[in-house]
């Protein structure tokens, strides 16, 4: 029988329902705390909203990206530190300051804390920051979760983007640098897919031996099938993010072509970006009427609404999971995804759990989507084989437990390796 672990759970942001990390979060934290762990999720806001099990550690920011006032200026009296002072000066030059300021935050207060009260071991949700390497420095055991190396974001927004825009795109993602070094310098690397695993080592010059695969989960109890007819033309799609990454340009092409034959009707749980390129392509391609946005989608409503959809599409050029494609099948939704990043090894072989297309082709998405929209029996198919690959393969309980077992892992490793080191100090002496 293995001991309890006391386990801290780092994560920079963890917003509640668009974005893998403050879902990962949440369900991780709650799925360890079952287990008999005592867990600590220590974040900074937007907070995550935790279950019964874990407790919440608040690591206060000046949240400068806050919704909705992102790119605010603080008020005089909401600055405590230096850290506070370099945050701010940070995002007043176009860089994005939270994985440095975070970390040096969270490396503080787990500082003062004296040895009895130090977890087992500090997990770290993809902030990279510099704070993790002093915390190795002082010997508190950090490992770190990430979930893709986003220079892939990087490079696909530089893609599609003008002169002046680079200067802005190469200035916001700076801590890039950071998180490459940061990376390099982690015992143990998790990430959710081989996909990711490759991408990790290549991007970030780390040795592959070091990442270890745990794919990520769903509530399949609560992401369940409908028990109402679905909707006659309603397309879904997420986009935790308007970024040309989650593909929404190729998607709204796809939908012109479709609307041109059928009555169709796309909704996208997440915002439109002022001035970017989905807004541009909605105007030229005069989508406005098909096209709904939701942002802030409470879950209870996101299960609704992917068993509302006759069709949900996942048209990211990368993923490096894909949580939507998981929770889309769960329900039971016929699913079309590009073969970007991770979605084949989520979704499985073309035509058993979705169909699959190329990332950035619109015309194959307008196929595949008419497809389902005119075959009820391949969409039954896709929907049943979905829920069943999901699980199969996809459950949070699961996760928490391959998770504990790599903890436990890394602890082992870690006290070898504290153990051997004064023998091979000797040795090189003699």
Not at 283 to 288: I, M, W
Not at 385 to 403: D, F, L, M, P, Q
Request: net charge negative; hydrophobic share 40%.
């Amino acid at each position: 029988m293995h001991q309890p672990l006391r386990i801290a759970l780092l994560s920079y942001r963890s917003k509640a329902h668009s974005g893998g990390q403050g879902i990962y979060i949440r369900h991780l934290s709650r799925e360890l705390a079952a287990l008999g762990h005592d867990v600590e999720v220590i974040s900074g806001p937007p907070y995550p909203p935790l279950d019964a099990g874990p407790r919440l550690t608040k690591v206060p920011s000046l949240d400068l990206y806050r919704e909705p006032d992102p790119f605010r200026v603080p008020r005089p009296s909401e600055f405590r530190s230096p850290i506070d002072v370099y945050e701010f000066l940070s995002m007043c030059t176009g860089a994005f300051p939270e994985p440095l300021t975070f970390s040096m935050r969270a490396r503080r207060l787990l500082s003062k804390r004296p040895a009895a009260q130090q977890p087992d071991i500090i997990h770290d949700n993809q902030t990279l920051g510099y704070g993790m390497v002093l915390m190795e420095k002082q010997g508190l055991p950090v490992v770190a979760t990430i979930h893709h190396p986003i220079t892939v974001d990087k490079s696909l927004e530089l893609a599609s983007a003008n002169l002046r825009r680079k200067f802005m795109i190469h200035r916001w993602y700076s801590f890039l640098r950071m998180q490459r070094r940061v990376a390099q310098r982690m015992p143990e690397i998790l990430t959710v897919s081989e996909s990711s695993g490759v991408d990790i080592a290549a991007s970030f010059g780390v040795d592959q031996e070091r990442i270890t695969v745990v794919p990520l989960g769903v509530e399949h109890d609560v992401f369940v099938p409908p028990t109402t007819p679905r909707v006659p033309g309603r397309i879904v799609t997420t986009a935790s993010a308007d970024v040309p990454l989650k593909g929404l340009v190729p998607l709204l092409e796809a939908l012109a072509k479709l609307r041109t034959e059928r009555d169709v009707h796309l909704i996208v749980v997440g915002s439109l970006r002022e001035g970017g390129a989905t807004e541009e392509t909605l105007e030229r391609l005069d989508l406005h009427d098909a096209v709904e946005f939701r942002s802030d989608v409470a879950e209870s409503d996101l299960v609704e609404l992917f068993g509302s959809a006759q069709v949900a599409v996942v048209p990211s050029l990368y993923e490096g999971f894909s949580l939507p494609a998981v929770e889309i099948m769960a329900c039971a939704t016929p699913l079309v995804a590009t073969n970007a990043g991770a979605l084949p090894e989520v979704v499985g072989p073309d035509g058993e759990a979705a169909l699959r297309v190329e990332p950035g082709d619109p015309q194959a998405l307008a196929v595949a989507i008419g497809q389902i929209l005119d075959d009820d029996d391949l969409a039954a198919r896709l929907g049943a084989t979905g829920r069943k690959r999901v699980i199969e393969n996809y459950t949070w309980s699961v996760v928490a437990a391959r998770t504990a077992d790599w903890y436990r892992r890394c602890i082992a490793e870690r006290a070898e390796a504290a153990a051997t080191a004064p023998a091979k100090t000797t040795m090189s002496k003699t």
